[in-house]
């Protein structure tokens, strides 16, 4: 008979993508077994399983890996379809979630990591290009929350709430460690309420690393880039 | 009931050709909107892509969808002939990650070896070559990407199939041949074979002289092509 809906997650605590993957699992009430990659030392699984870019995050269901969370997150939704459902119905609707999810991936979060990653004036340049798209995100999610109303709880969580906390969740951290503003109520009050919406939910609290944890890993990567780049 | 379905594209951009081509697979009609990428953009697409103010845009029933692959998925889940995704989700979710490594990783890769300064180029020719060979390992032997058919990651890589080749004739590099990647290689003319597909792709001969004026534009100043 056998292992029927065996899941495993190869992830790494401070990793956002390995977070997002984590909290969907929690969140659908699908048991998985969790198992923490030193980044250092790929284990011969990371490597067996994704041969294409070996990383983390990888979900292994039935033997079978998927690679690349945002690929997960959708086969996440597919197979489980159980609250909550990561992407609405409509295909229109779904279309709008993936444009927004990619926009959060594929732009904020790397003018985010220029941020983390550089000093003077490059850094003010990314800071500058982070604070204008955080900008048109606040305009954009106008069309998730018409009336300016914010209701998420745990049945209604979906793929761009998710990404969005995996980058900003802990703005708190990356504002401390950098020294600079980057969620400001006054400037971008819907991702702000957004942001704060996602992480009251208690499974997210749960799930986050401690503050020190994570601001000693943010220092810690800031610190090494900007020796490298120095070099 | 009529339905209106416009795509904005731009005649050389392999990424409004993907969208075009998912249209034809499935025998959508469509109206067919050029844009002025380079010096000219409607106020319409600037509407409909406020965020990017890029093409493709697929404009359906007066709702606009933004990004090829965004659209691609929105094309499939709305016109249901012709699947260009599996329907098991294990296979749905290797397809989006074929195709994501072609966006992520292997097209930025192929076109900065493409383009590279002399002293950069041995290493961007490297990085382009290591994607090619995951691609050709990806392949596996089947006729396309797809399987039987072409399907989501076909589309996605038609910039292999037809504008690679071109851009290695204009600049006289080769990244992608029969003897370093033969099924790729084989590949790419399957594709091209099609009848649905040879319909949606720019003329070659347009192609050509556009990366020649490229790189002619070029040598006279390092900034980006104006035609």
């Not at chain 1, 604070?131 to 995100?137: C, I």
């Not at chain 1, 601001?215 to 900007?226: C, P």
């Not at chain 2, 074979?193 to 040598?219: N, T, W, Y």
């Amino acid at each position: 008979m056998g292992e029927e809906n065996k899941v495993i997650l190869h992830g790494m605590w401070a990793s956002p993508f390995s977070k997002r993957v984590e909290l969907a699992l929690k969140l659908k009430g699908i048991p998985f077994e969790y198992v923490e990659e030193d980044l250092k030392n790929k284990s011969a699984e990371i490597l067996h399983y994704n041969p294409v870019h070996k990383k983390i995050p990888v979900l292994v269901h039935n033997g079978k890996p998927i690679a690349e969370s945002l690929v997960i997150l959708e086969y996440i939704d597919e197979t489980w379809k159980n609250n909550p459902r990561f992407l609405p119905q409509d295909p229109y609707k779904r279309a709008r979630v993936r444009f927004w999810t990619s926009f959060v991936q594929q732009h904020l979060f790397e003018t985010m990591f220029t941020v983390v990653k550089t000093d003077g004036e490059a850094q003010e340049k990314a800071v500058k290009e982070l604070l204008e798209k955080l900008q048109v995100l606040e305009e954009g999610i106008k069309e998730f929350f018409p009336d300016g109303n914010i209701c998420i709880d745990s049945n209604n969580v979906g793929l761009l709430d998710l990404v969005l906390l995996s980058v900003f969740g802990p703005y708190n951290v990356q504002e401390e460690v950098l020294g600079i503003k980057i969620i400001d109520m006054e400037k971008t009050p819907l991702v702000y309420s957004w942001l704060r919406a996602i992480n009251q939910l208690p499974l997210v609290k749960e799930s986050i690393p401690p503050h020190d944890k994570l601001a000693a890993v943010l220092k810690f990567m800031r610190e090494n880039a900007l020796k490298s780049s120095s070099a | 009931m009529s339905e209106e379905v416009k795509v904005f594209g731009a005649w050389g951009s392999p990424f409004s050709r993907r969208v075009e081509l998912a249209l034809r697979l499935k025998g959508v009609q469509y109206e067919y909107i050029e844009e002025d990428i380079f010096n000219n953009k409607s106020p319409l697409l600037l509407k409909y892509n406020p965020v990017h103010k890029k093409v493709p845009v697929l404009l359906h029933n007066g709702k606009p969808i933004a990004e090829s692959l965004v659209i691609l998925e929105y094309i499939e889940e709305t016109w249901k002939s012709n699947p260009i995704l599996p329907e098991d989700p294990y296979d749905k979710a290797m397809a989006r990650f074929w195709a994501k490594f072609l966006d992520d990783k292997c097209l930025p890769a192929l076109w900065k070896a493409g383009w590279s300064p002399e002293n950069e180029r041995e290493k961007a020719v490297e990085e382009a070559c290591e994607c090619l060979k995951t691609l050709e390992g990806a392949l596996n032997g089947k006729r396309f990407f797809g399987g039987a058919t072409v399907g989501l990651v076909d589309i996605a890589a038609n910039f292999i199939a037809h504008w690679l080749g071109i851009i290695q004739e204009a600049t006289g590099h080769e990244l992608l041949s029969a003897e370093k990647f033969p099924h790729l290689f084989k590949w790419t003319d399957e594709f091209v074979s099609c009848s649905i597909v040879k319909e949606s792709l720019p003329p070659r001969d347009k192609l050509l002289a556009f990366f020649k004026d490229r790189i002619a534009g070029a040598m006279d100043a390092p900034t980006e092509a104006s035609k």
